[in-house]
């Protein structure tokens, strides 16, 4: 079914870190509607802030950890089917990065929702897909582990993205 032509559709920007250390990936346990799911440190893109940026950001949110982007793994997109009990349909569009850990900010709290952080291996992650919280997370981790980067530069932030928007000129 289309859309109405008075609605215009925009997804959902989100950015996620794919983090590996010795044979393991950093994901995090969160309270979601549905119970308890697993995720890659991810969350929405702010304004004001490239891809990059957000998952910096996002990644110290929910793991109190410190995140260097080194590349751009790629650029996906899902659709959430509509809950019952909210009738939301919404499309996902997701930047997922590779990048290493840094420092770890002893007493942050982490993000709300957010229950701990957990270190599995790739045959865990896929045992465990019912509990995925996206269908991109295991996407995302195989494409890393199949080589896929590109360079950070791919996504161009021109530099009205961090600007005020300028008042319309009347003439």
């Known amino acids: 079914m289309a859309a109405s032509k008075s609605v215009r559709w925009k997804p959902n920007v989100t950015v996620a870190a794919v983090i590996e250390r010795d044979g393991r990936f950093l994901l995090v ?10 995720n890659t440190p991810a969350g929405h893109l702010d304004p004001g802030e490239s891809p990059a940026e957000g998952c910096v950001r996002e990644t110290l949110e929910e793991t109190a950890h410190h995140f260097t982007p080194t590349s751009l793994i790629g650029i996906y997109m899902a659709r959430a089917r509509p809950q019952a009990e909210r009738g939301e349909d919404v499309t996902y569009m997701r930047f997922a990065f590779a990048g290493t850990l840094g ?3 002893e007493g ?3 993000d709300e ?13 896929r045992a465990s897909v019912a509990r995925h919280r996206s269908p991109l997370l295991l ?4 494409d890393y582990l199949a080589g896929q980067r590109h360079p950070l530069e791919l996504v161009h932030v021109d530099v009205s993205v961090r600007s005020e928007p300028q008042p319309a000129v009347r003439r």
């Open 113 to 125: 929702g957010i229950v701990r952080t957990v270190w599995m291996t790739l045959a865990e992650i």
């Open 103 to 105: 420092a770890l900010e």
């Open 108 to 110: 942050r709290a982490l």
């Open 139 to 142: 996407q995302c981790i195989e």
């Open 29 to 38: 346990e969160e309270q979601a509607g549905d119970g308890l799911k697993l």
